[in-house]
């Protein structure tokens, strides 16, 4: 079983990924967090194989995540959700170690096997 945290600032975001997630028999979430900051505070208290992370948050964005999860936690793999992927942000995530960067417009798949790999 994979073992999933979402982080997003926006409810229905967290939601609608919850949602494709869920329904998928290897994965399972199992926390969400509302920014960067929230992550962290959780994020040593579970047994986590997968940050699912939007990368512009408030108090700590997704780019910053990946780099502090990383340095605690180099058995989680990051996965950073941007409607930036070219951005200099998001260049910074995956010079941080995120495993991937992709566009919120992607293909559900290619996240459900960013997930998985």
Same mark, same amino acid.
């Given at each position: 079983?994979?073992?999933?945290?979402? %982080?997003? #600032?926006?409810?229905?975001?967290?939601?609608?990924?919850?949602?494709l $997630? +869920? =329904?998928?028999a !290897?994965?399972? %979430?199992?926390a969400?967090? =509302? +920014?960067?900051q929230?992550?962290v505070? $959780? @994020?040593? +208290?579970?047994?986590? !194989?997968v940050?699912?992370? #939007? *990368? /512009?948050?408030?108090?700590? !964005? &997704?780019?910053?995540?990946? @780099?502090?999860?990383?340095?605690?936690r180099? +058995? %989680?793999?990051?996965? =950073?959700?941007?409607?930036?992927?070219?951005?200099? $942000?998001?260049?910074?995530?995956?010079?941080? &170690?995120?495993?991937? =960067? $992709?566009? /919120?417009?992607?293909?559900? &798949?290619? *996240? *459900?096997?960013?997930?998985?790999s």
């Amino acid at each position: 079983m994979i073992r999933v945290m979402i %982080v997003d #600032d926006y409810p229905f975001m967290r939601y609608g990924l919850r949602a494709l $997630l +869920d =329904v998928e028999a !290897d994965i399972e %979430v199992i926390a969400e967090c =509302v +920014d960067g900051q929230q992550a962290v505070e $959780l @994020a040593d +208290d579970l047994q986590l !194989d997968v940050v699912v992370t #939007d *990368l /512009k948050m408030p108090r700590l !964005d &997704g780019a910053d995540l990946a @780099a502090h999860l990383l340095q605690h936690r180099p +058995d %989680v793999r990051i996965v =950073v959700l941007t409607s930036e992927p070219h951005s200099e $942000l998001a260049a910074r995530a995956t010079a941080a &170690g995120a495993h991937a =960067v $992709l566009s /919120k417009n992607t293909d559900p &798949g290619l *996240l *459900l096997a960013a997930v998985r790999s």
